[in-house]
């Protein structure tokens, strides 16, 4: 992506995207108002995403299963309403969930 700066054109590397990526994906911001406000192109901002998710899928298909986890109890702070459900929420980093 190549993006202005004082009337240059300025060539982000694969460790900027990596970096735009992930903060995008931690945001909750969509993409065109994350763009918007960094300067980006969205459908660059897309593609790079499709290459970090290719490499972390490929990466971890090649993991070994290390067994069962104890996370241990998982305590409620807030009431939840009666629904029968509870959210549990992974944040396992470069945006899978």
Do not use: Y
Not at 36 to 54: A, E, T, Y
Not at 56 to 68: D, N
Not at 73 to 97: A, C, F, N
Request: aromatic share 10%; proline share 3%; with cysteine.
């Amino acid at each position: 992506m190549e993006t202005k700066r004082g009337g240059r054109r300025f060539r982000h590397s694969r460790q900027d995207w990596q970096g735009f990526v992930s903060e995008f994906l931690s945001s909750g911001q969509n993409c065109k108002n994350f763009c918007r406000d960094k300067g980006l192109n969205p459908s660059r901002l897309m593609r790079w995403q499709g290459v970090f998710r290719n490499l972390t899928s490929h990466a971890i298909s090649q993991m070994q299963p290390v067994g069962f986890m104890d996370l241990g109890t998982l305590h409620v702070s807030e009431p939840q309403r009666q629904t029968g459900t509870l959210e549990l929420k992974l944040d396992l980093g470069m945006g899978w969930w």
